[in-house]
T-cell receptor, first 112, second 116 residues
Framework: ELKVEQNPLFLSMQEGKNYTIYCNYS?????LYWYRQDPGKSLESLFV?????AVKQEGRLMASLDTKARLSTLHITAAVHDLSATYFC????????????FGKGTKLTVNP | NAGVMQNPRHLVRRRGQEARLRCSPMKGHSHVYWYRQLPEEGLKFMVY????????ESGMPKERFSAEFPKEGPSILRIQQVVRGDSAAYFC??????????????FGPGTRLTVL
């Protein structure tokens, strides 16, 4: 059974600092997603990673995927308050299943 | 292009009542997924549907829960005889193609169900 673990679950950081959120998964997968969720809101798609070594960047966020290590990272550069949200990684099991298995999320708070 | 629409946004039911949650996918999307989110938790997959077909219901509780996606109209998640443990946010997502293993799922705003 596919399991997805994120860490840390809570992250408080100051504006201007860098940090990385980690997402480990337990079985082979062929796709990994990062989503952002603001309190009481839906999930916003950030990145889709489909191959080993994939790296994608959008603004201050950069996501990467290492399928051999079964690890994805979401790196935050020079954080700003607007990045405060909960970030989820989600993994699609290999073999054609369409369902996504989500991590518990990382609640990020960026302090001025 | 309107996003995924869900209604109601908030639903309050008493124990034993029925809850009906509706989801209209994005225009051009024919694949619908339902997920449940408990407080401070990630989303848990419930069911995957295409028009008139349930493709994967491996995450659905065996009793009281059912889902459909008729030829016309929205997808509906029905919970019969609700219990307090059913209180959660229920999210619907849609994707355009499915079956390729690479589609992004686009999420609706969710229905927050409270069972008194």
């Amino acid at each position: 059974e596919l399991k997805v673990e994120q860490n840390p679950l809570f992250l408080s950081m100051q504006e201007g600092k860098n940090y990385t959120i980690y997402c480990n998964y337990s079985t082979t997968s062929d796709r990994l997603y990062w989503y952002r969720q603001d309190p009481g809101k839906s999930l916003e798609s950030l990145f889709v990673l489909l191959s080993n070594g994939a790296v994608k960047q959008e603004g201050r966020l950069m996501a990467s995927l290492d399928t051999k290590a079964r690890l994805s990272t979401l790196h935050i550069t020079a954080a700003v308050h607007d990045l405060s949200a909960t970030y989820f990684c989600a993994v699609g099991p290999q073999g054609g299943s369409e369902k996504l298995v989500f991590g518990k999320g990382t609640k990020l708070t960026v302090n001025p | 292009n309107a996003g995924v629409m869900q209604n109601p946004r908030h639903l309050v039911r008493r124990r034993g009542q029925e809850a009906r949650l509706r989801c209209s996918p994005m225009k051009g999307h024919s694949h619908v997924y339902w997920y449940r989110q408990l407080p401070e938790e990630g989303l848990k997959f419930m069911v995957y549907l295409q028009k008139e077909n349930i493709i994967d219901e491996s995450g659905m509780p065996k009793e009281r829960f059912s889902a459909e996606f008729p030829k016309e109209g929205p997808s509906i998640l029905r919970i019969q005889q609700v219990v307090r443990g059913d209180s959660a946010a229920y999210f619907c997502a849609s994707s355009p193609l499915g079956g390729l293993g690479a589609d992004t799922q686009y999420f609706g705003p969710g229905t927050r169900l409270t069972v008194l």
